[in-house]
């Protein structure tokens, strides 16, 4: 494969992360730009000599246009993910989510590829399910709405500069690195039952996720960025529906702890029912075939967190 100068913003972060690691095995350069806000050096230190690191804010033009200059593909990660502060804090997220965002596909002018982490909550409550790319969006909260922005954003300037847009419509992720915020359940119920505490569930449990492992997703960015004819929106997922009252059960079972019965608490607003991805498209156009199955998946992070 080519060496490609890559940009990856919120590189520091658990998705980034793990993506920098491998573009790096693949012998691209990469240069990463992060805030460290959510996302850790403690992440990326063993590849820190290998990277050139921007503290930078996505926020602030002038730091893009200097990071995007002379680069091939930017992959833009750098995002706020938490639903509920979202509500809490729309402002912010706008300003992260969205303006950031702005500037990047702004920036973008001389790229090759642009690379967008979107997310499965731009689809809101689906009408159908699984749900294909073609499907009604119906964002239910300030994040879910600031990412359906800012793939309009990206549509509109790739149309004007004419790079390849990828937006991956990203489903729920797990793995080792990942951060507090809601979308690390896998994760959160593993901790707790490690400190014998059982898992709290939002709601009566029967809602419904599709979990993708870290690895899974980062093939998907890898074959994204090199399928020259792969453009536009793709749903990364397993294509599997798992109630959160499975996995609290699947989790209880691996760790042996089905004593530990699971405490309900009331839903959380701007959380959506059912969430399940036709990955029908990613398969034909970029090959993607996700390899982790939820039991080996969980199987493996529990031996991470344990010996962490
Ligand atoms: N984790 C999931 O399940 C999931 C699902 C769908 C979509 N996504 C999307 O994938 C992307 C990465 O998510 P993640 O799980 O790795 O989150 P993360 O919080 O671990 O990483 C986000 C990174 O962005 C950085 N960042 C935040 N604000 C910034 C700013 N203003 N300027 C520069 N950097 C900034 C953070 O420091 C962090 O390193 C996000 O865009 C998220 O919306 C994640």
Known sequence: MECLRVLVTGGAGFIGSHLVKVLL???HFVRVLDNF????MDN???VARDVEI???DVRDYSVVEKCVRGVDVVIHLAALID???SIERPDLYFE???IGTHNIAKACRGVNVLIFASSSSVYGDPLKIPIPEDHLLSPRSPYAASKAAGEALIQAFSSIYGYRP???RIFNVYG???SRAYAGVVIEFIRRVLRREPPIIYGDGEQTRDFIHISDVIDAIMKAMSIERARGVFNIGSGKAVTINQLAKLILKTLNREDLKPVYAPPRPGDIKHSIADITKSRKILGFEPKISLEEGIKTLISVIANS
Do not use: Y
């Not at 806000?37 to 850790?40: L, P, R």
């Open 25 to 27: 095995r693949a012998g």
């Open 37 to 40: 806000s959510t996302g850790s």
């Open 44 to 46: 990326i230190v063993d």
């Open 54 to 56: 921007v503290v930078g």
């Open 83 to 85: 639903v509920a502060e």
């Open 96 to 98: 992260v989510n969205v």
């Open 166 to 168: 990828i937006i991956l």
């Open 176 to 178: 080792p690195k990942q």
